[in-house]
């Protein structure tokens, strides 16, 4: 029988992580186990546990008479995440291709060529939401639970840094999803040491392009008057 505990602690988990990513609750403003309890209708155990588990993956830290934060990391960190998830997702990559595709990366690569014929009729959240799984079903692929795990905590510790889905345009998106395709093509065709170069390459893409757009999130942030919300300066 499933224990109801643990439905709800994964159940705060999950919510927790929708709310932190998607920029709803404030980096500079202290945690309330009861305020964030309240605000997703459950109680405070569950919460003051998921809270425990972010801390355990660095999303969230505890500072001394202060409280739990949301983790705030510099370009520096993200550098730093992104190099140690290239030698992971290199080798995972590399992994796969030798491994050969699983029945879930397939099935996944035949949405990716979906979207790719007609990129204009999705979102770039939805084309960027599809490369996160492309990932995911890539690392699962690689027949490495410890290595999937790690990715797993990299990849969420590099959204801390900056939330790319909001400010991607579609040409990067587009391009973006053109990467993948190529690198799981790559994967079908056993052609590991291609597999590597290329996810390398794409992660070095998306590191730059990172960088640059926090770069400019950090101008726009200093240059908006006090009285305008970052609501109202991004379309």
Same mark, same amino acid.
């Given at each position: 029988?499933?224990?109801?505990?643990?439905?709800?602690?994964?159940?705060?988990?999950?919510?927790?992580?929708? +709310?932190?990513?998607?920029?709803?609750?404030?980096?500079? #403003?202290?945690?309330?186990?009861?305020?964030?309890?309240?605000?997703?209708?459950?109680?405070?155990?569950?919460?003051?546990?998921?809270?425990?588990?972010?801390?355990?993956?660095?999303?969230?830290?505890?500072?001394?008479?202060?409280?739990?934060?949301?983790?705030?990391?510099?370009?520096?960190?993200?550098?730093?995440?992104?190099?140690?998830?290239?030698?992971?997702?290199?080798?995972?990559?590399?992994?796969?291709? #030798?491994?050969?595709?699983?029945?879930?990366?397939?099935?996944?690569?035949?949405?990716?060529?979906?979207?790719?014929?007609?990129?204009?009729?999705?979102?770039?959240?939805?084309?960027?939401?599809?490369?996160?799984?492309?990932?995911?079903?890539?690392?699962?692929?690689?027949?490495?639970?410890? +290595?999937?795990?790690?990715?797993?905590?990299?990849?969420?510790?590099?959204?801390?840094?900056?939330?790319?889905?909001?400010?991607?345009?579609?040409?990067?998106?587009?391009?973006?999803?053109?990467?993948?395709?190529?690198?799981?093509?790559?994967?079908?065709?056993?052609?590991?040491?291609?597999?590597?170069?290329?996810?390398?390459?794409?992660?070095?893409?998306?590191?730059?392009?990172?960088? #640059?757009?926090?770069?400019?999130?950090?101008?726009?942030?200093?240059?908006?008057?006090?009285?305008?919300?970052?609501?109202?300066?991004?379309?």
């Amino acid at each position: 029988m499933d224990n109801p505990f643990e439905f709800e602690r994964d159940r705060a988990y999950h919510r927790l992580i929708d +709310l932190i990513f998607s920029a709803k609750l404030d980096p500079a #403003k202290p945690l309330s186990e009861r305020k964030l309890a309240e605000r997703l209708d459950m109680g405070r155990m569950p919460v003051r546990e998921a809270l425990r588990q972010l801390e355990r993956e660095g999303v969230v830290e505890v500072k001394p008479a202060r409280g739990t934060f949301v983790r705030q990391l510099t370009s520096e960190d993200l550098v730093d995440t992104y190099r140690v998830r290239a030698a992971l997702e290199c080798l995972g990559s590399e992994l796969a291709a #030798k491994n050969g595709v699983t029945p879930a990366l397939k099935a996944h690569g035949s949405t990716l060529r979906m979207m790719a014929q007609d990129s204009s009729a999705f979102t770039t959240r939805e084309i960027d939401d599809a490369g996160t799984v492309f990932h995911e079903r890539l690392m699962d692929a690689s027949g490495s639970a410890a +290595l999937c795990e790690s990715v797993r905590l990299l990849r969420m510790r590099s959204r801390l840094v900056f939330h790319l889905p909001r400010y991607y345009d579609h040409d990067l998106a587009r391009e973006t999803l053109q990467e993948h395709i190529a690198i799981l093509e790559a994967v079908e065709n056993r052609h590991s040491q291609h597999a590597s170069e290329l996810m390398a390459a794409h992660l070095s893409r998306g590191l730059d392009l990172r960088i #640059k757009l926090e770069a400019a999130s950090g101008r726009d942030r200093r240059e908006r008057p006090e009285h305008m919300s970052p609501k109202e300066t991004t379309q």
